[in-house]
């Protein structure tokens, strides 16, 4: 993996993990001040104020590093394409593209709130559930927090960062008019086996992989696809003399037959 997304990895994470630590103290001081359980949505909706009102800021965190992401993903479309003889230059995203890359970031950041937001009810419910005081559901609720700081912010910051990259390529593709293009892995003991099987299958830009993704992190797709995935897009331009297979929208390089008799 680039150590450019390890940074970008790194960087997201730390960020995340020190707004999420300040969200989480405020949560439980709420909680503890109280001194009792929510048991109504009213109240349960005042327990989780803060954490609600930080989905701002962490819009504001995420959309940083995605649109460097997304950038970083479209540059390597590009290089790729010069690398192939294409003659093109490094240009920035459009406000359209800039625009549908915003609203990605919008519904991101909401799906992690959300799922916070999910674990901590979860979590004080079960602690009324099982009757415990509030000092001890305190201690329940920042397990929760931590288990959030020590990994799943880990898995938000790769998986979104990787997401971006690839939407950058794939919008990138779309621009520029790049017919099609084909799956990469990791190429590591890592990779999903599911993924393996499609390291290296081509499709025409705008239909899907034959997992139903449009490009690896495509969120719209089952989440057990892009959750935590590190593969990417790579442009594949047609060579000279060759075709796809007719009636088929998905094939190798293998598969190409030759044009020339």
């Not at 093109?88 to 359209?96: H, K, Q």
């Not at 593209?97 to 909401?110: K, N, P, R």
């Not at 912010?153 to 971006?164: C, D, G, P, W, Y």
Request: aromatic share 8%; proline share 3%.
């Amino acid at each position: 993996m680039p150590g450019r997304q390890l940074q970008a990895e790194a960087r997201l994470t730390r960020e995340l993990q020190n707004l999420f630590s300040e969200v989480a103290e405020r949560t439980l001081e709420e909680v503890v001040r109280r001194n009792r359980l929510p048991t109504d949505d009213v109240t349960m909706r005042l327990v989780l104020q803060h954490i609600l009102e930080a989905e701002g800021e962490f819009k504001d965190t995420l959309g940083l590093e995605a649109t460097q992401a997304a950038r970083y993903g479209r540059n390597r479309v590009i290089s790729e394409l010069q690398r192939m003889g294409v003659r093109i230059g490094f240009t920035d995203f459009s406000r359209r593209v800039q625009g549908l890359i915003d609203e990605h970031v919008f519904t991101a950041s909401q799906h992690t709130i959300n799922r916070v937001v999910g674990n901590v009810m979860s979590n004080l419910t079960q602690s009324y559930e099982d009757g415990l005081g509030i000092d001890d559901a305190a201690v329940e609720l920042r397990k929760v927090f931590q288990a959030m700081q020590d990994y799943e912010l880990r898995r938000v910051a790769r998986t979104e960062i990787n997401s971006f990259q690839n939407e950058g390529a794939y919008l990138t593709e779309n621009e520029l008019g790049v017919r099609y293009h084909m799956w990469y892995t990791a190429e590591d003991e890592r990779v999903r086996s599911e993924h393996v099987d499609l390291h290296g299958e081509i499709v025409p830009v705008g239909e899907p992989f034959s997992n139903g993704l449009y490009h690896p992190g495509d969120r719209a797709g089952d989440i057990k696809e892009w959750i935590n995935c590190r593969c990417r897009l790579v442009p594949f331009l047609m060579p000279e003399g060759k075709m796809a297979p007719p009636g088929t929208t998905r094939f190798r390089e293998g598969d190409l037959i030759n044009l020339r008799r």
